[in-house]
């Protein structure tokens, strides 16, 4: 019981501040040896455990801030929102699909004149058993998406629903891709969006897909 103690506390206490039932000033004291070092310890983390404390974060969003952390909604909602937001850009021809819209309060559909802006991230488990850190952003100045993954020390590719879409390198860590490929390519997906990283092996003078 006595070595089991510390596995018990903080399983107790993960689970209160998933609840958001632990105070803040708590909640800083406990996970600061993270918050300091969150893109380098992160990946480290099993991924049930990254998605817990991202949605810690989530839930205490003023703990991420104090430490200069901006904790986007997951990627696979920001796509959803994406998604949901561009087919409604092309009303002359009838959306095939439907998503089920992310429960995130940065719909701004209802004001076409409003600039529309979607970002979400995520740590991912790749092929080889390693993790990356993703970031997705749109905004509708440029109609084009963009994809970044840091600190990156190796090629890989992103898969949506199956489909590669572009390939980030160590060079290259943030790459765009049409708006209008990128809808493309959800169109393709079922109701639920997927996202796999894959290791890539990129020969010196070879550049990602940034189309």
């Given amino acids: 019981m006595f070595e089991?103690?510390?596995?018990?506390l903080f399983s107790n206490l993960r689970r209160q501040m998933l609840l958001g039932r632990v105070p803040a000033q708590?909640?800083?004291a406990v996970l600061e040896p993270l918050l300091s070092n969150f893109h380098e310890l992160m990946p480290q983390l099993q991924p049930e455990v990254q998605t817990d404390f991202e949605n810690i974060l989530r839930i205490y969003p003023d703990v991420a801030e104090s430490r200069g952390i901006s904790v986007k909604p997951p990627v696979p909602d920001s796509l959803n929102l994406f998604a949901e937001y561009w087919s409604q850009r092309r009303r002359s021809t009838p959306a095939p699909f439907e998503f089920d819209?992310?429960?995130e309060p940065q719909q701004k559909l209802e004001s076409p004149g409003m600039p529309f802006v979607s970002e979400g991230q995520g740590f991912f488990?790749?092929?080889k058993g390693n993790s990356v850190y993703l970031e997705f952003f749109y905004s509708d100045e440029d109609d084009c998406a963009f994809f970044e993954c840091r600190p990156l020390s190796f090629a890989v590719e992103i898969h949506i629903c199956g489909i590669h879409m572009l390939t980030l390198t160590p060079s290259e860590p943030k790459q765009k891709i049409q708006a209008d490929r990128?809808?493309?390519?959800l169109k393709k997906?079922?109701?639920?969006?997927?996202?796999?990283v894959i290791e890539a092996e990129v020969k010196p003078n070879e550049s990602g897909d940034s189309s």
């Fill in 101 to 103: 819209m992310a429960a």
């Fill in 125 to 127: 488990g790749t092929d």
């Fill in 4 to 8: 089991r103690f510390p596995d018990l």
């Fill in 26 to 28: 708590t909640v800083l």
């Fill in 189 to 196: 997906c079922s109701r639920k969006i997927s996202v796999k």
């Fill in 182 to 185: 990128l809808f493309d390519i």
